[in-house]
């Protein structure tokens, strides 16, 4: 059954034109992100599990960037980076976020003409007209949100909410608090009930992160010496430090300068989530999250679940 789909509406008279879509994929080289536009058939929706949705907006992340590089491969690793660049990603629609209005739906949760918001599996792709998205990666978009506001959200907001939950104590410590991540995680923090919410940012994002997330306390890395900071606004308050969300370290040696496990793991009393690392990392993170091992201590290194995917 199609309904509200106008420029699909199948009849004998359907040209080649009308089936195709613009979408931009990664392009050739993989020591720099370079986009081309390609002409790609229109997804065809064949079960309940997913809806077809005319894109509006489109949210990136940085992992669409790392994408390009291969950042899980060793930087030493260059031909199995080049390898991975030209079997995965040469060629391949860019993008996990999106936000757009439901065309063509065989589940009775969403209807054409809903609008929703959502991420796609991996190296499927958001940045083109139509996509192909799961239902239980998708939601119906508040009517609050604008579309870009909406497509913005997916990635981060998940990320922040499902890593957090869990962990929901008094007083907790976002370092990269103007980031994507970041910046959400703040104002999570405070529905779950962080009483204690120090954010750390650079001086050019200080006023925005205090007008918009509303830490209790906010560090200024670039002028600041973070650890001593930290410690003066808990033994002033009289708190521990129970969760740290660190937004900034990851497997990229410029993310790493920063240094902040070294500087909060120990403090730490309850968990210290991070949200990127090195091959090893994310190896030692899978056996983790299979539940046979635990190998980072009070140390975890986070990544996004979805309810009815494997990954
Ligand atoms: N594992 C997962 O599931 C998952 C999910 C989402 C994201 N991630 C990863 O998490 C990281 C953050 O992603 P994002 O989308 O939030 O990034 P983003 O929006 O690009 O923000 C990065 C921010 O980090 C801040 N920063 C850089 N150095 C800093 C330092 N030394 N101290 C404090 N802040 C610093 C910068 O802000 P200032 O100008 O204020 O310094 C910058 O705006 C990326 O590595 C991403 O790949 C992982």
Redesign the pocket.
């Known amino acids: 059954k199609i309904t509200n789909w106008p420029l699909l509406k199948q009849s004998s008279t359907m040209t080649k034109a009308l089936m195709n879509q613009k979408t931009l994929v990664f392009g050739k080289n993989p020591s720099h992100i370079s986009v081309q536009q390609s002409t790609q058939e229109i997804p065809k929706l064949t079960n309940k599990r997913s809806v077809l949705v005319k894109v509006h907006a489109v949210g990136l ?3 669409d960037a ?1 994408l390009v590089v291969g ?1 899980k491969i060793p930087s030493t690793w260059k031909r199995t980076r080049s390898l991975f660049h030209s079997l995965a990603v040469h060629n391949t629609p860019i993008g996990f976020d999106f936000a757009g209005t439901v065309q063509q739906s065989f589940c009775s949760d969403y209807k054409p003409g809903d609008e929703v918001y959502g991420s796609v599996p991996p190296l499927y792709g958001t940045l083109r007209e139509y996509v192909v998205a799961p239902i239980h990666q998708i939601s119906h978009k508040p009517s609050s949100l604008s579309w870009s506001e909406a497509a913005a959200m997916p ?2 907001g ?2 922040a909410l499902q ?1 957090l939950k869990p962990h929901a104590s008094d007083t907790i410590l976002v ?9 959400i995680a703040l104002q999570v923090a405070q529905r779950l009930g962080f009483s204690t919410r120090i954010a ?7 006023e925005w ?1 205090r007008q918009h997330c509303r830490p209790t306390h906010i560090i200024d ?2 002028t600041e010496d ?1 650890v001593a900071s930290v410690q003066s606004i808990l033994s002033t308050g009289g708190k521990q430090l129970d969760v740290v969300f660190d ?6 040696p ?2 790493m ?2 240094n ?1 496990p070294a500087m909060f793991v120990d403090q730490c009393q309850e968990r210290y989530i ?3 690392g090195q091959l090893g990392d994310w190896v030692r993170a899978g056996f983790e999250r299979s539940g046979r091992l635990t190998c980072f201590g009070k140390e975890k ?4 679940r979805f309810p009815h995917s494997s990954g």
């Open positions: 992340n940085p992992v790392k950042d990635l981060v998940l990320t890593a370092l990269g608090a103007s980031s994507g991540t970041g910046h750390v940012c650079s001086k050019r994002n200080l992160v890395y670039t973070v937004c900034v370290t990851s497997e990229d410029r993310d300068t920063a902040y991070r949200l990127g290194l986070f990544w996004i």
